[in-house]
């Protein structure tokens, strides 16, 4: 079956603009992960949703990143006034329940600020 | 000091070299331990999975967990020149949700 999905798979914005990024997880799996991967570093936790509900997101830097999943499938991120610093590559994940089980990557966003 | 300490090489290997990769962490709360596999510009993609203490064969990977020191371990014999990427490990606690993840490892296997 088809995996994760992220779209677009690059985005080049401007110091101070708003962007949105989108994930579709696996169909029928219930939970949901952000994570940002920069240069030569592992990926970092962002979010985590369960269904439509946003189980932990304790990974998000500040109140400019939030992110909905207003269904319980398809996620967006969004970022509003962004920095340079936010230039980073955004994974999303997807999972079948979220206890314990395998969580299966996209193939990420590539987002650069200039 | 991170959660999760992955040397990052990066290692050389020559084709047919079995080689070890590993992992330290200090929260004694991980339950589930992972290894990613990572080409340039792709998602990070699951080579094992371990819940708790022991060992785990998957054809020419042996992932090894010893949670009394905090210490993971992953083995590729008989490395190939496609093997050649970045490993990372990553672990998630009992509540599941979040992994947190090593820097990663990158691999060369040359021919």
């Known amino acids: 079956g088809a995996g994760v999905s992220q779209t677009p798979s690059n985005k080049v914005t401007e110091k101070g603009k708003y962007v949105e990024l989108r994930c579709d997880p696996i169909s029928g799996h219930t939970a949901l992960y952000w994570y940002r991967q920069s240069l030569g570093q592992g990926p970092e936790f962002l979010i985590y949703?369960?269904?439509?509900?946003?189980?932990?997101d304790s990974g998000l830097p500040n109140d400019r990143f939030f992110a909905v999943r207003p269904e319980g499938s398809v996620s967006t991120l969004k970022i509003q006034r962004t920095e340079r610093g936010d230039s980073a590559v955004y994974l999303c994940a997807s999972s079948l329940s979220g206890s314990g089980d395998t969580q299966y990557f996209g193939p990420g966003t590539r987002l650069t600020v200039l | 000091q991170k959660e999760v300490e992955q040397d990052p090489g990066p290692l050389s290997v020559p084709e047919g070299a079995i080689v070890s990769l590993n992992c330290t962490y200090s929260?004694?709360?991980?339950?589930?331990f992972m290894w990613y596999r990572q080409y340039s510009r792709k998602g990070p993609e699951l080579l094992m999975y371990t819940y708790s203490s022991g060992n785990k064969e998957d054809g020419r990977f042996t992932a090894q967990v010893d949670k009394s020191s905090k210490y993971i371990s992953l083995f590729i014999r008989d490395s190939q020149p496609s093997d050649s990427a970045t490993y990372l490990c990553a672990m998630t606690g009992t509540n599941a949700g979040k992994s947190t993840f090593g820097d990663g490892t990158t691999l060369t296997v040359k021919p």
């Open positions: 949703f369960q269904g439509t509900g946003a189980a932990d």
């Open positions: 929260n004694s709360a991980f339950q589930y």
